[in-house]
């Protein structure tokens, strides 16, 4: 049974289509010609030439093994280090954190004026 692939996202295929063009990019600033990258990646030239289009059904180890064999593999490090939407998520979970309190309705509460503070006025005899 042939395998079927699903559609990327639109703003999916336009990155891999920029990560293919950087890395065809990087290959020809070291002056290595397209036999030459795929022997050394282990691939085709056809399987190089649509790894350099960004074909998004080229395995990940694929992209992998080419940005190894340009130096470019400590880049990938960079990927996701900074989850700035899961830290948040996580931070509203932790202990101690307040969650605005609803009314029967689900509404959130109408906040009411308290009344000010008053400190008892000292008889004369007070002071």
Wanted: net charge positive; glycine share 6%; proline share 6%.
């Amino acid at each position: 049974m042939p395998r079927t692939f699903k559609r990327s996202f639109p703003s999916v295929e336009k990155q891999m289509r920029a990560l293919g063009e950087r890395l065809k990019l990087a290959r020809l600033r070291r002056e290595l010609s397209t036999v030459l990258f795929a022997e050394r990646l282990g691939i085709s030239r056809d399987t190089l030439s649509r790894l350099e289009k960004g074909n998004p059904n080229i395995a990940l180890g694929t992209y992998m093994r080419a940005l190894r064999v340009l130096g470019l593999d400590k880049d990938m490090d960079a990927v996701a280090r900074d989850d700035e939407l899961g830290r948040k998520l996580q931070d509203i979970k932790l202990p101690g954190q307040r969650k605005p309190r609803t009314n029967v309705s689900g509404a959130a509460p109408v906040k009411t004026a308290r009344p000010a503070k008053t400190h008892p006025k000292r008889s004369d005899d007070q002071q």
